[in-house]
């Protein structure tokens, strides 16, 4: 917001932590707090309901460098299914842990999980050039796979097997996109940019619906949980989320309100509220927003939900969809949440140079906290 309106605006959240805030919370009102906050964001946050737990459509098995892959389906109750890999080192056994990789925003709807994974040797050249920017042009979750861990890597609402198609919006919406199945580059090019400008229709229309895109996420995350969580091959004690962006953003909301998450890993997308609303907006999608709740628990709170459970942050000094000092502050805030449940030592951030990323040298530190705390 800019002009006079951001301090204006700014005015109206509470200066010091609210009722809810587990910052510098006693000890002896902690659980007790932590019920209530979560309940709250619930509330805000406004989740559809979650369907009871499904067994999956297993749609075909085959081996991939190393790794045993998966392609698995279930519904949901409007839209496409959602499409799912699983991968993990070939000839293992389990229970192994089990990780749920949540892929990123970027601007590229057109595919989801075809972002941090792969399983064959073709790889489309934007999801190439998607991988070298972001992930230094490494498939992440195979690279956990190979590590001990089972992955699975599902689309999120709004993106590759969930994406929106042509035929769920009025024509008068289609604008200059002619093919929302045209997967060459110009085709892929003109369908994210076609969303990317409608994300404002879709949020608008889920508030009218008495949810939130946020709540959305939750609820489908939570039903992915629930696929990994009944594997025989998966220990259900042992399970941890990460992602960058997007995938960071569903990190902090699933890792901060679902207990089966045993270890989280938030990458690029740890700031204030303020931040948001002062500064960096415009640089963030129409996903990250839940109503109300600025007013009561400030954006890192929320992940900060978790405690004591492991729990990562890992951000870029020059990561431009963010201001450094809010950066700063959302670290602190995490540090007194751990500290006041007693565990400071399950609260690390780490700061690496450069932009909007989760290169190989961020991945190994994420992967080593997988494995310390999930081994």
């Known amino acids: 917001m800019i002009g006079a309106y951001g301090p204006w605006a700014d005015a109206m959240r509470p200066v010091k932590p609210g009722p809810l805030s587990l910052q510098n919370c006693p000890a002896s009102e902690f659980a007790a707090r932590r019920v209530a906050a979560r309940t709250r964001v619930l509330e805000c946050m406004a989740p559809p309901p979650r369907p009871a737990p499904v067994t999956p459509t297993v749609h075909r098995r085959w081996e991939h460098d190393g790794l045993e892959i998966e392609e698995l389906s279930w519904p949901q109750p409007a839209g496409a299914p959602t499409a799912a890999w699983v991968l993990k080192p070939k000839g293992a056994t389990g ?27 073709r790889v489309h050249p934007l999801v190439a050039q998607h991988c070298a920017d972001y992930y230094g042009g490494k498939a992440w979750a195979n690279e956990l796979a190979r590590r001990g861990f089972v992955v699975l890597v599902h689309d999120a609402f709004a993106f590759g097997s969930r994406r929106v198609r042509l035929a769920d919006v009025p024509e008068l919406l289609h604008g200059d996109v002619k093919d929302d199945a045209d997967d060459s580059p110009a085709g892929i090019d003109a369908y994210n940019l076609w969303t990317g400008m409608h994300e404002h229709v879709m949020a608008k229309s889920l508030f009218c619906a008495g949810t939130t895109w946020p709540g959305v996420f939750v609820t489908e995350d939570q039903m992915a949980l629930d696929v990994l969580c009944a594997r ?85 000094h020059d990561d431009g969809l963010f201001t450094h000092p809010e950066m700063e502050l959302a670290e602190q805030t995490l540090h007194r949440v751990f500290a006041s449940a007693g565990a400071p030592d399950r609260f690390k951030c780490s700061w690496y140079p450069g932009g909007h990323k989760f290169d190989r040298p961020m991945q190994a530190e994420a992967f080593d906290w997988f494995g310390r705390w999930l081994a």
């Open 232 to 316: 025989p091959d998966v220990d259900p004690a042992r399970i941890g989320i990460g992602g960058l962006s997007g995938g960071g953003l569903r990190t902090v909301f699933l890792g901060g309100l679902d207990e089966r998450v045993k270890c989280a890993v938030c990458v690029g997308m740890m700031t204030t509220w303020r931040d948001a609303l002062l500064y960096k907006s415009y640089t963030h999608t129409w996903m990250c927003y839940v109503p109300l709740l600025p007013r009561e628990l400030d954006y890192p709170e929320i992940y900060g939900l978790r405690a004591p459970r492991p729990t990562m942050v890992l951000n870029t």
């Open 95 to 121: 229970p192994l842990p089990g990780v749920l990789a949540l892929h990123d925003h970027g601007g590229f709807k057109f595919y989801g999980k075809e972002k941090i994974a792969q399983v064959d040797a």
